[in-house]
């Protein structure tokens, strides 16, 4: 599942930021999930809550979530567009949740009908903050 593969790799980034920073106690992690990949929320927070019990140190972290809403820029004429994932049928969400440069594929710009366009906002999972305690 996806949603594993990123619970655990924002749960070894953690635990690698508390070496770092030298912290007793990682307490909160702010992860930004960007819409173009669709990453299931819900899943995501419940997976994470199993994968930190295999980290030491992060254990008893609160999972925060924030949604980055899609953006792009049209190449052609300028435009700034947002997704509109209600118009796309489930295979080809699925193919843009894994690879989300199959979005030229499917996505145009809704000024000028390009399909040459950047994503700007919304791709991938980030890490935003780590808070804990020194």
């Given at each position: 599942m996806h949603e594993w593969a990123l619970?655990?790799?924002?749960?070894a980034a953690a635990l690698e930021v508390k070496k770092e920073q030298?912290?007793?106690?990682?307490d909160e992690i702010t992860v930004?999930?960007?819409?173009v990949q669709d990453i299931a929320a819900e899943a995501f927070a419940e997976i994470f809550d199993e994968v930190k019990k295999n980290y030491r140190?992060?254990?008893?972290?609160?999972?925060?979530?924030e949604t980055e809403p899609a953006q792009f820029a049209c190449l052609k004429c300028g435009n700034i567009f947002g997704l509109e994932r209600e118009k796309l049928?489930?295979?080809?969400?699925e193919a843009i949740h894994f690879l989300p440069?199959?979005?030229k594929l499917y996505i145009k710009c809704n000024k000028c009908g390009s399909p040459d366009f950047k994503i700007t906002q919304g791709r991938g999972v980030y890490i935003r903050e780590i808070k804990g305690e020194n």
């Open positions: 619970s655990d790799s924002v749960a030298n912290l007793k106690t990682v930004v999930l960007g819409a140190g992060i254990e008893n972290a609160k999972l925060v979530i049928d489930h295979e080809t969400g440069e199959m979005a």
